[in-house]
């Protein structure tokens, strides 16, 4: 019996002992872990497991709770979850990439007993260099560096003096709330800059730049988080000639590149001809969560800080997960999870927006990417957050409270930010005609 199945079973002995009864919390996905001697992820894939069987729900940020037999089930099938970033774990390749763990563990076992390069496993690096070719991405293996996930390289960054001995970080205003919460914990000086649908204000940039001692620009160009937009190749090339002439380096966030169905949209990286760009590519998003690997392409002159400051945060990444992604994309199956993950995100984006075409402009105005997992609504009004959040969930809608991606404390918003990373056609058009029959209503 292999270990996800011994926790399921484990679970519905507590229950039909009613050691844990009807609404009560589950144990925590890491004491399990720490119980079964076994990955975090193995534990995710069990509740799951059980959440689709309506065994037991989750609670966004708190845990998961056991189901009644009666009234729970209902109210949990009915649950449309428009708030995660997490990928659909229907979709995601767990089988897949358990086999690539257990294959790492065999092929890396001596790795394991002594501390690993801070810059990466070798082999992935490798392997990293020669899968972001396909995406124009072309580099030295010596400017890679994997990272504990983009957060742990962005924090670095922050910390870092850069060649341009400048101190002040410029973010799209809003932005990805990680990013802005990471870069107030490191108590870093901010500007923001308004990003549209159609993008940023190229004079208010130059003047930016121009007139700030700016460090670098976080931008994520393609499906902005959380807009959903992109910057038009035109956009992108005359950023990099404004961060050139005015001596700023560029931070892009490129989370969601294996998504892209339009081969003539490039990274900003694929058009820097002057060294400016640092890239980075998660896999959390669009893996498995709790992998927790990225990749930072630096350039040259950032190296060797970046590899010292890294030594000293974490020695090292952990060298399993690692050796499991090198496997995974050597081995093809990181190709034929990607063209799976391409359709089903570029079909969704396809039916949402034949939806969202019957909407009324003055009531909701929709900017609808072509694939990816974020889209938004702007209202004519803002938007009370707190009151619209609570009358969503009543009808089982879940959104996200999208003031924490702006700079301000308490801003003025006009945004609904819908992610359909986890929701079905069937789910996508009983909740986006629900959320536009709230705002309807509240015009009248």
């Keep these: 019996m292999n270990k996800y199945t011994q926790i399921i079973d484990y679970i519905k002995d507590l229950t039909q002992r009613e050691k844990i009864k009807t609404g009560e919390k589950l144990p925590s996905v890491r004491s399990l872990a720490d119980k079964f001697q ?26 998961y709770y056991l189901v009644s037999k009666q009234a729970t089930n209902v109210k949990e099938k009915s649950e449309i979850d428009f708030s995660t970033v997490l990928a659909d774990i229907n979709i995601l390749p767990y089988d897949e990439f358990h086999h690539c763990l257990d294959k790492s563990m065999a092929k890396y076992k001596a790795d394991l007993f002594c501390y690993g390069d801070a810059q990466g496993l070798p082999t ?20 890679i560096v994997v990272t504990s996930g983009s957060q742990q390289a962005a924090s670095i960054l922050i910390n870092l003096q850069f060649p341009n001995e400048k101190n002040t970080i410029l973010v799209e205003n809003p932005t990805y709330d990680r990013m802005v919460k990471n870069l107030k914990l490191h108590s870093a000086r901010i500007i923001g800059i308004n990003r549209e649908f159609d993008g940023v204000n190229l004079d208010d940039l130059e ?9 670098f620009f976080y931008t994520v160009p393609r499906f902005h988080n959380p807009t ?43 058009l820097d001809n002057n060294n400016r760009v640092i890239y980075i590519k998660t896999f959390s998003k669009i893996l498995l969560p709790g992998l927790r690997i990225a990749a930072v392409i630096l350039p040259e002159t950032l190296v060797h800080k970046f590899l010292k400051y890294k030594q000293l945060t974490d020695i090292h990444t952990s060298i399993l997960p690692q050796g499991a992604l090198e496997i995974y994309i050597n081995n093809g199956m990181f190709k034929r999870s990607k063209m799976r993950l391409m359709k089903v995100y570029k079909e969704r984006m396809e039916y949402l ?10 009531v909701l105005k929709a900017n609808i990417p072509h694939t990816g997992f974020f889209l ?43 992610s359909i ?20 209503n509240q015009k009248k």
């Design 38 to 63: 076994c990955s975090t992820l193995t534990i995710v894939r069990a509740y799951k497991e059980l959440e689709q069987e309506h065994y037991i729900y989750s609670v966004p940020k708190s845990g």
């Design 124 to 143: 992935l690096i490798e392997a990293l260099r020669k899968y972001l070719q396909d995406y124009q991405v072309f580099c030295k293996s010596s400017q």
């Design 207 to 215: 003047k930016i730049f121009k007139e700030e001692d700016i460090k």
């Design 228 to 270: 959903g937009s992109s910057y038009s190749v035109n956009q992108k090339k005359e950023i990099l000639k404004l961060a050139n002439k005015y001596d700023v380096y560029i931070l892009e966030d490129d989370y969601l590149v294996d998504l892209e169905t339009d081969l003539r949209n490039d990274s900003m990286y694929s």
């Design 353 to 362: 927006k034949n939806i969202c075409n019957d909407f009324n402009p003055k």
């Design 376 to 418: 938004s609504l702007k209202s004519n009004n803002p938007i009370n957050y707190d009151t619209t959040i609570s009358k969503l969930e009543k009808n089982r809608i879940i959104i996200k409270d999208i003031r924490e991606s702006y700079l301000e404390e308490k801003p003025e918003v006009d945004l609904i930010k819908i």
């Design 421 to 440: 990373s986890k929701t079905d056609n069937k789910q996508i058009k009983e909740g986006m005609l629900d959320i536009y029959n709230y705002f309807l």
